[in-house]
């Protein structure tokens, strides 16, 4: 052998025993943790294990762990949990669940969990203690279940919305959450809806996507009868679970809700199928004189008016024969058909012009512009849940939600300059679940709104709340 390889091997053989003799503890094995996830409740956690090394006999593989701290705590007794006794293996690994409850910690949201393992011939209360340095593995804690706000189908019941029937038989349930929403220090993120259906032939309930918003898109079979029940609850990643909560809580099938919705000769299988015509069943969309729908086509500022007071409560009996004070436009005459609309859309200050004394009936919607008239009725309209007007003055995400300091989703779009009149718009229509992007970095706001963007959109900004 080369003199300077056995050199080196000599020195290592010597520096490995000195190592040992200097930490040499009632300890007959290797011991680490081999999977700990980021985040955890306030509970427990699942632990991954390994052990190897052990000499034969029975031997303890102890779980301890202890709150972070500076300068860092010595680990306690008290903290120490037994993961396995094993006899006569030489190597192990597994899962272990963490019960916080059976330890002296004492923690809250936000909190870090510092955890080592050893293997050790005796048990908790006489085994040798890890010393204060050898931390293998951390965990946040995320005390909190996600929040979240549900969206049932547009009504102006005074049910509460999990307790009222539906204008036909296709409809959209829809939610958005966050497991942050500003409130705690370290969260884990949204993790799954859990949904569930109970119901007369009631298929497997469809899944939405498993991040910040669920679209559960459905339809009654004919033969539907009796109660039927639609939920969620809510869990994020660290395992923390909302209650149960009711889209439709017990209620029995009523004899419109098995009905056809209103329907158009070129609207079958398009994304916004559902929207368009559930709201041309509640009337407060339609088509052309040919059946058609038209939901890849675009529509214009006038239109856009039409069908707004339409869901705010209007029909042309209740219009404005002439301009009210400060909605006078030079483009915009008694003889036009949307003159009315329009004059009443800019009354109510949900449509204002667009400078220089025009309207601009004539062009077209942009989904920025969509977005801003929502903004508007946020800032327009005050809910008074006993007396409903049209849809829009209702508990919806627009009159109630767009108040709050916060939103449940948060993108930063690439199209969207700071200080554009739409930038806060589009910030509140997204964070609450009312507007998509058309990718995950654009949200196209000077592109014109189709029809059918516009029916999604609606529909989602007129949905009850809970």
């Known amino acids: 052998m080369n003199k300077k390889i056995f050199t080196i091997l000599l020195l290592s053989v010597f520096m490995l025993a000195q190592f040992g003799m200097a930490s040499a503890v009632a300890v007959t094995g290797d011991a680490s943790i081999t999977g700990l996830p980021d985040f955890s409740t306030t509970a427990s956690v699942d632990v991954e294990w390994a052990a190897s090394g052990m000499a034969a006999g029975t031997k303890n593989i102890l779980l301890w762990a202890r709150e972070y701290a500076d300068p860092a705590n010595a680990y306690m007794v008290g903290d120490c ?40 011939d005796s048990l908790c209360a006489a085994a040798a203690i890890p010393a204060i340095d ?25 049910l509460m919305p999990d307790s009222y029937t539906y204008a036909c038989n ?45 679209s559960w898109e459905y339809t009654f079979p004919s033969t539907a009868s009796g109660v039927w029940t639609f939920g969620v609850e809510p869990e994020d990643k660290s395992g923390n679970i909302d209650k149960k909560d009711y889209f439709r809580d017990a209620v029995a099938i009523a004899p419109e809700e098995l009905e056809e919705c ?11 199928e559902t929207y368009v015509r559930y709201l041309a069943t509640l009337g407060l969309i339609s088509g052309f004189a040919d059946g058609s729908f038209g939901p890849d086509t675009t529509l214009t ?24 004070a400060g909605c006078e436009f030079t483009d915009v005459t008694a003889s036009d058909w949307f003159a009315g609309w329009v004059w009443q859309a800019c009354s109510d200050g949900i449509m204002n012009g667009v400078g220089g004394g025009l309207f601009d009936p004539n062009n077209l919607l942009t989904r920025g512009q969509i977005v801003t008239i929502f903004n508007n009725v946020s800032e327009t309209f ?15 995400p627009v009159t109630f939600l767009y108040s709050l300091p916060f939103t449940y989703r948060q993108s930063a779009w690439t199209d969207v300059s700071i200080g554009a009149y739409y930038a806060e718009p589009v910030v509140k229509a997204y964070g609450w679940g009312i507007a998509e992007g058309t990718s995950e970095t654009t949200f196209s706001p000077d592109q014109p709104a189709t029809r059918g963007e516009f029916a999604k959109m609606l529909y989602r900004a007129i949905s009850r709340i809970d």
């Open 301 to 324: 500022r006038a239109e856009a008016a039409t069908l707004l007071e339409t869901s705010n409560g209007y029909d042309e009996t209740m219009l404005p024969a002439s301009a009210p």
């Open 134 to 158: 050898s931390v293998m593995g951390t965990t946040y804690i995320d005390a909190f279940a996600p929040v979240y706000v549900q969206g049932y189908p547009p009504s102006q019941s005074l």
């Open 81 to 120: 949990q037994l993961v396995a006794t094993i006899n006569g293996t030489s190597d192990a690994s597994g899962t272990f669940t963490y019960d916080y409850t059976l330890s002296t910690l004492a923690l809250i949201d936000g909190d870090s969990v510092e955890f080592t393992v050893t293997v050790d």
């Open 262 to 272: 209103a329907n158009f000769t070129d609207i079958s299988g398009h994304a916004d």
């Open 382 to 396: 005050f809910v008074n849940p006993l007396l409903f007007g049209g849809y829009i003055n209702t508990f919806n």
């Open 170 to 214: 296709t409809f959209e349930f829809w939610a958005v959450a966050t497991d942050g929403a500003g409130f705690t220090p370290v969260y884990s993120g949204f993790h799954a809806w859990n949904t569930f259906i109970t119901g007369t032939f009631a298929p497997p309930a469809p899944i939405g996507p498993g991040d910040a918003l669920l």
